[in-house]
């Protein structure tokens, strides 16, 4: 009989056991409870509470709320990015180093800070209160909050493919006379693409299951103020457990939508894109 | 002898090219947007925090309620990072320095605490552990409270901070090679020795930053726990979910003053990230200089 | 340490990285390992080590079968492609590391290790660095801190991958003669990879050269450049020429001149290889062949020549040859070979055959041109 040899670094058998042990207790099986439950229900019942109108409302203003976030992220991510990359100025690297805020800083502070901001007596809500524009306790509101924690996913999503990007590629277009706007649109901005898509694919994701950044600002009425996040929560504060069931598993089954299209946009944009 | 006078040319001011004016609105358009939507909300805590004065200030944090929440958010962090740190450490070991088949299986599920919502995490162990549940019902009956005690908090932080310290060494570590693991192994060491000799020196800077980040979220993690909670102030109230309860009470010094404590954290966080990035880069640029 | 490869296979997913390859390595001997990227040298080397696993076949080390032995058993001393230096630890650190990881049974006093590590220090040259941290080193210096550290062990066998890929030429060139040297002194088994046929000629005992995961030729240096057994052979050692005629009465015709194939068969196709030292040129107004490029180049004068077809030959000839008169970029000129390597091809594989071309037709030329009387080597 053949006796297996040995692999070469030490270390499988217990690295595979504890990361297989530590992957299920605290992904799979919750995972599957989750599931579990949500199958257990008879399908009337899922549908009702999955599609009841309130949730739909939910749905609308969290999926459309967290769209525009991630767009503003974009815009402004690719901004920044880029005047951080290419540009030096006083102050760069102390904006740099707080880039990563939305990280680093819990979604509470974040929500009562954006809150204390944006409110009729705000700094800034105070300001836009005489031309009639209302943020905080709007869907604004709620997009704002979104836009926070989502902005360092698409910044430090660029950032490093703008830094490793051939400069040479630019100078060459334009000694062969294309003009900084086309250079943009047809050199760097393809290489960009895959970045871009990714960042706001991650900001999206973020936005659509963000509570703690948003519900102080929200206002959370239903049907009106109301996230998907919360709704989960109040359901379960009615005990509800049913219900929130159902709606958690529409936004998982969200999420694995947007990461699956996040993987596919990936591939095709290297396919098409990339020959630079 | 007579002198010459010489006449130069006068200097033409070169037309401002339309690159200058993109660069000035660009860095001007980003100063803004920083200062509004990052640095407003950090003066915002501060100033809120202090506007009583110092010794509201100090009144707030030292409430029962107040010392009570860090308490809990104390032991939650003391029982996730060390525990995600380890299995953290071994999944990347595995992952970079041994061939699994799935990888990018595995990959996904570690990375699943950080994709999905924080709420939905939570209300998975409610599910599992809750009281209409069979284990949660059994537990009760032998007097264990998983959901609305400290045990299901500390489960959910465990959770929703179990990629952190993984997602930090994977990628340093997938850099670094095999190359010198396999050199110490053809010398003769194996194990802990290996590990502790070869690879923990190379991955200090990236192991360190990986568990800041993983303490950061474990001390800030709202959610999740606010879902497993129960909101028992003086005895299930995390810092956050005690700042929620401040805040909706409207005392919003008190609840400023409190989320002044996890601001200062973050920044912390921020400046041990930037400490740990010129670590990296310096010992990259030494690496690479020379040849 | 004697090393035996016997029916080595390996292959990840569909790709075979080596078919089926046997191969002897003597004790004491130094035996470099041959060939393009990509054809299963490093593989093989890091087999032998108990790197990799291979899919069939054996090794014997000192004729007992290793083959699944783990790497720890097996005593070699491996040296990576980039050196893999321990970059947290300083030289002496590094240099010590495998008597110090060693268990309590078998680790040497500390004083011991002490004396070792500078006697290695000694041997490589690099006594003053023994506290210096590798960013601190060149690469050559590192590639010594890792040989040092792979002979503290005392291994019996040294496994060099690529050693020397990454450094100047000079170095390159030092290093290797120093290898050369210490391997002699030693007397440690030996091999090492590599790309480099300058690297391999001057270093090995033996060359083994691979093709794609097969083992194409071995043997002592002077044998392989004298008598190539196939095209690829020929072409990796030396500057070479190789073309492709049809035998004809005797003779290959190449474009623009021809070539004496001896005992070829008639009709058959055949590879000539013609090292670019072993052509002369002269000034012909008649040839179709056109000089490119001429050069010199120390004491010696490289030309391109182009022929009908427009591929090019690479001719080296002494710079102060009376030949050459009369020669410069763009005339005609006559190609004249002095010796062919010939590889009749029969049922799709090249056999060899070297052919010492007959001097009767460069002789007539010099004794029509009524010039000096330089001879010709």
């Known amino acids: 009989m053949k006796k297996r040899t040995p692999r070469v670094l030490p270390g499988f058998g217990l690295t595979m056991g504890t990361t297989i042990t530590g992957l299920s207790l605290f992904v799979l099986i919750p995972l599957a409870v989750l599931v579990l439950r949500g199958t257990t229900m008879n399908w009337q019942d899922f549908v009702s509470a999955a599609f009841s109108p309130r949730a739909l409302a939910s749905y609308k203003l969290t999926f459309f709320t967290a769209l525009a976030a991630g767009l503003g992220n974009v815009v402004i991510g690719v901004l920044v990015a880029w005047s951080l990359t290419r540009y030096r100025f006083p102050g760069r690297r102390l904006l740099d180093g707080i880039v990563d805020l939305p990280f680093a800083l819990p979604t509470a502070v974040a929500g009562i800070s954006l809150t204390a901001l944006y409110a009729k007596n705000g700094w800034i809500g105070s300001l836009l209160a005489p031309l009639g524009i209302r943020i905080a306790f709007t869907p604004v509101g709620i997009s704002l909050a979104m836009l926070f924690v989502g902005m360092p996913f698409v910044i430090r999503a660029v950032q490093p493919v703008l830094e490793d990007f051939d400069t040479s590629l630019e100078e060459a277009a334009k000694s062969l006379g294309a003009s900084g706007l086309t250079t943009f649109r047809k050199i760097i901005f393809p290489t960009l693409l895959p970045a871009i898509l990714t960042g706001f694919t991650l900001s999206l994701a973020r936005g659509l299951g963000e509570y703690g950044s948003v519900i102080f600002i929200a206002g959370n009425m239903p049907f009106k103020t109301e996230v998907t996040s919360l709704l989960i929560v109040t359901q379960l504060e009615e005990f509800d457990y049913s219900g929130a069931t159902a709606i958690a598993l529409v936004m998982l089954g969200a999420s694995f939508l947007l990461l699956f299209a996040l993987n596919l946009l990936q591939r095709i944009a290297f396919k098409g894109g990339n020959g630079s | 002898m007579s002198t010459r006078v010489i006449h130069l040319p006068k200097l033409e001011r070169t037309a401002i090219t339309s690159e200058q004016v993109l660069r000035v609105v660009l860095i001007t358009t980003t100063v803004i947007v920083m200062t509004l939507f990052f640095i407003m909300p950090l003066v915002v805590v501060f100033v809120n925090a202090f506007r009583g004065g110092l010794g509201a200030y100090t009144a707030a944090l030292s409430h029962p309620h107040t010392l009570a929440a860090i308490k809990l958010t104390a032991i939650a962090v003391l029982v996730s990072v060390p525990l995600n740190t380890l299995l953290g450490l071994g999944a990347a070991w595995l992952v970079t320095r041994h061939k699994v088949p799935g990888r990018s299986l595995l990959l996904t599920l570690i990375d699943m605490p950080f994709t999905i919502s924080p709420i939905v995490s939570g209300l998975m162990f409610v599910l599992i552990f809750g009281s209409h549940s069979l284990l949660g019902a059994w537990l009760i009956e032998h007097g264990i409270r998983i959901v609305f005690a400290v045990p299901g908090i500390i489960l959910a932080t465990t959770f929703v901070t179990f990629p952190f310290v993984v997602r930090e060494l994977i990628p340093v570590m997938d850099s670094l090679g095999s190359d010198e693991e396999l050199a110490g192994v053809s010398l003769g060491a194996w194990g802990w020795t290996l590990f502790r000799k070869i690879t923990l020196p190379n991955i200090r800077w990236g192991l360190l930053y990986g568990i800041i980040l993983c303490t950061a979220r474990a001390i800030g993690e709202f959610g999740a726990v606010s879902v497993v909670s129960g909101h028992i102030r003086g005895r299930t109230n995390t810092i956050p979910l005690h700042i929620e309860v401040l805040f909706n009470e409207y005392q919003t010094t008190a609840a400023f003053a409190v989320a002044s404590l996890l601001t200062f954290f973050a920044l912390v966080t921020l400046i041990a990230k930037e400490i740990v990035m010129r670590q990296v880069h310096r010992k990259n640029d030494q690496d690479s200089s020379v040849s | 340490m004697s090393i035996r490869i016997q029916n080595i296979s390996k292959s990840w997913g569909s790709f075979q990285a080596l078919k089926d390859i046997s191969l002897n390595v003597n004790d004491g001997e130094l035996v470099a390992l041959l060939g393009p990227s990509g054809s299963g040298k490093t593989t093989l080397l890091r087999i032998v080590a108990g790197l990799e696993q291979a899919n069939t076949g054996e090794i014997f080390l000192h004729d007992v079968n290793a083959t699944r032995h783990h790497v720890r058993r097996r005593q070699v001393g ?300």
């Open chain 3, 78 to 377: 491996f040296v990576f492609q980039h050196y893999a230096v321990f970059r947290h630890m300083s030289v002496f650190e590094n240099i010590a590391f495998g008597l110090r990881v060693r268990s309590r049974k078998t680790r040497p006093a500390e004083a011991e290790i002490e004396r070792r590590v500078q006697e290695l220090l000694h041997l490589v040259h690099l006594e003053e660095y023994a506290q210096r941290m590798p960013d601190q080193l060149s690469g050559g210096q590192r590639q010594r801190v890792a040989l040092a550290r792979a002979l503290a062990v005392e291994p019996k066998m040294l496994l060099l991958d690529e050693p020397f890929g990454a450094l100047d030429a000079r170095v390159r060139q030092e290093l290797r003669r120093w290898l050369r040297t210490l391997q002699k002194e030693l007397g440690l088994t030996t091999i090492i990879v590599t790309h480099d046929q300058e690297e391999a000629m001057e270093v090995a005992d033996r060359i083994v050269i691979m093709n794609n995961g097969h083992l194409e030729q071995e043997g002592a240096p002077e044998v392989l450049w004298d008598r190539p057994g196939s095209p690829f052979v020929f072409d990796f050692l030396g500057h070479s020429n190789l073309l492709t005629g049809t035998a004809s009465k005797g003779l290959a015709q190449l474009p623009g001149f021809v070539v004496e194939t001896g005992n070829v068969p008639e009709g058959g196709r055949v590879r000539v290889g013609l090292r670019s030292f072993d052509i002369k040129v002269w000034l012909d107004r008649s040839s179709p062949c056109i000089l490119k490029h001429i050069s010199p180049f120390g004491d010696l004068m490289r030309l391109q020549v182009q022929l009908p077809d427009r591929s090019e030959l690479t001719v080296q000839m002494p710079r102060r040859s009376s030949l050459l008169r009369g020669v410069a970029e763009g005339v005609n000129v006559h190609v004249e070979p002095t010796r062919a390597y010939l590889f009749p091809e029969t049922a799709g594989e090249f056999q060899n055959e070297v052919v010492l071309l007959p001097d009767s037709r460069l002789t007539e030329h010099l004794q029509h041109t009524k010039g000096s009387a330089l001879v010709e080597s």
